[in-house]
């Protein structure tokens, strides 16, 4: 069975930082588009980072580019979230997610295993 954990969120006041990291289990990712989506209350799912199997040229929407970094560590099956100057806007549930291909997509369709989320809440 296939399963993304992601650990990491909770309570942080404005222009502090957090780490979200997403542990897999059940398959290998080494090979497969990896990603960050985050949904705050009474929205929708957003894009927030994507990374490609290889690791080469991330992507960010342009509200936490220069703030946030994505990275992976396909020998640990794992990827995070690095988060700084948080700002209230980015309270949100932060999703994992893993894709069966491996180029990066900012849909949300483009991913097939989602993890359970992780509450990010920034304080003003």
């Known amino acids: 069975q296939v399963q993304l954990a992601e650990s990491g969120g909770g309570l942080v006041q404005a222009g502090g930082s957090l780490r979200l990291s997403c542990a897999a289990s059940g398959r290998t990712f080494s090979s497969s588009a990896m990603g960050w989506f985050r949904q705050a209350p009474g929205k929708e799912r957003e894009f927030v980072a994507a990374?490609?199997?290889?690791?080469?040229?991330?992507d960010y929407v342009d509200s936490v580019n220069g703030r946030f970094s994505i990275s992976r560590d396909n020998a640990k099956n794992t990827m995070a979230l690095q988060m700084n100057s948080l700002e209230p806007e980015d309270t949100a549930v932060y999703y994992c997610?893993?894709?069966?291909?491996?180029?990066?997509?900012?849909?949300?369709?483009?991913?097939?295993?989602w993890g359970q989320g992780t509450q990010v809440t920034v304080s003003s």
């Open positions: 990374m490609s199997w290889s690791g080469s040229s991330p």
């Open positions: 997610a893993a894709s069966i291909f491996r180029v990066r997509s900012r849909v949300a369709s483009g991913y097939q295993y």
